[in-house]
């Protein structure tokens, strides 16, 4: 018994320092790191979350890219396509008090281009009059080599 309290006792000794001086100093400030090159031309994002408030975070980073100076493309798919269609249903989000929609129009009034998917249209029975005036369906070698451009990353949604 007194050798398992000696061993207990020894354990914490080790394990909780006593004195102040034993444990390392806590630095009150980061380290200075080296501003690293943004190499990045733009972003390719792709949403097919039906979830409104995915969509949004989505496009709001969109937005924040464009407003850095960096290209955005976006494409839709699945259940995100129906962001592109004319009479989706809308969901109103806080703060910007703003639909996805919304949004990705302001987007697209930047000149960010906007496409569905190629399955989209056929398997939701809609055809490209059903689209937003300024959505294409998109072309999967055109966005294969999209995705492949230099300095482009891709985000998914």
């Keep these: ?6 061993a207990m006792a020894l354990l914490a000794a080790l394990l909780f320092p006593l004195s102040v001086g034993a ?3 806590v630095p009150t400030k980061a380290p200075k790191t080296e501003a690293v090159p943004d190499n990045t031309k733009g972003l390719f994002v792709v949403i097919a979350d039906a979830d409104p ?6 496009l709001v980073l969109a937005k924040e890219t464009v407003l850095q100076g960096k290209s955005v493309q976006i494409l839709l798919c699945g259940p ?8 989706s249903r809308e969901v109103m989000m806080k703060p910007l008090n703003k639909s996805p929609q919304m949004l990705m129009g302001d987007l697209m009034a930047k000149g960010v281009p906007v496409e569905v998917c ?3 249209l056929p398997n939701r029975g809609k055809t ?7 959505v294409t369906v998109a072309k999967p070698p055109v966005i294969a080599q999209k ?11």
């Design 80 to 87: 995100a396509g129906d962001l592109a269609l004319q009479k």
């Design 23 to 25: 444990m390392e100093p």
């Design 1 to 6: 018994m007194k050798k398992n309290i000696a």
């Design 53 to 58: 408030m995915t969509q949004m975070m989505a």
């Design 118 to 120: 190629p399955l989209y």
């Design 128 to 134: 490209e009059a059903d689209l937003i005036k300024g």
């Design 147 to 157: 995705l492949r451009a230099e300095g482009i990353r891709l985000f998914t949604f």
